[in-house]
């Protein structure tokens, strides 16, 4: 949405005094087709591993000493020694304890692609997968918005500059 409102400075002028009165979201179309891409993605990575002769192991693991991993999966346990361990376990949304997630008021990042309509006004709180990346692509979607997080937890330690996505709300909430 933002990009297609920037579309003036090129000449391309829109049909109505604000994109939203010619452009529809349809935030669940949206959302299935984030959701897809990243299927699709973790499929890919996965096909790769394989085809590079990656032995995947699915299951619950822990450490056993400096370079011996452990693996409980349906088939039982199994051992592993390596050199270097590289611990990828992905994401678990953390919750505040004073403000519990409920999927409707209060969303954690997977929860937000479950929205089927777009909110009149959002506060992203936080740092973390979702919380820098949220504010450009709902700018347009959203009537305000607002995002907070310390620069020290979002940005690079080096400069502690946020980047163009985290610099503040073009509309803040009200």
């Known amino acids: 949405m933002v990009r297609i409102e920037n579309a003036r400075q090129l000449g391309l002028h829109i049909a109505g ?3 939203s009165d010619v452009v529809r979201v349809d935030l669940e179309e949206v959302n299935r087709r984030v959701l ?4 699709a993605q973790s499929d890919d990575i996965r ?3 394989l085809q590079d002769g990656v032995h995947l192991v699915e299951g619950q693991a822990r450490l056993d000493g400096e370079s011996r991993v452990v693996a409980l999966t349906g088939a039982g346990e199994e051992a592993f020694d390596a050199d270097i361990v590289l611990v990828a376990t992905g994401t678990t949304p953390r ?3 004073d403000a519990p997630c409920d999927g409707e008021r209060i969303l954690n990042w997977k929860q937000v692609y479950n929205l089927s309509e777009l909110p009149e006004r959002l506060i992203v709180v936080g740092s973390g997968v979702t919380g820098p990346s949220s504010p450009p692509p709902t700018t347009g979607w959203v009537a305000k918005w607002c995002w907070s997080a310390p620069a020290a937890r979002c940005c690079p330690a080096r400069t502690r500059t946020p980047p163009p996505c985290c610099s503040g709300p073009s509309r ?3």
Do not use: G, K, T
């Not at 897809?36 to 299927?39: R, T």
């Open 95 to 97: 919750e505040l304890p």
């Open 172 to 174: 803040a909430a009200a």
């Open 36 to 39: 897809d891409l990243a299927i």
């Open 17 to 19: 005094a604000d994109v």
């Open 47 to 49: 096909q790769r591993l």
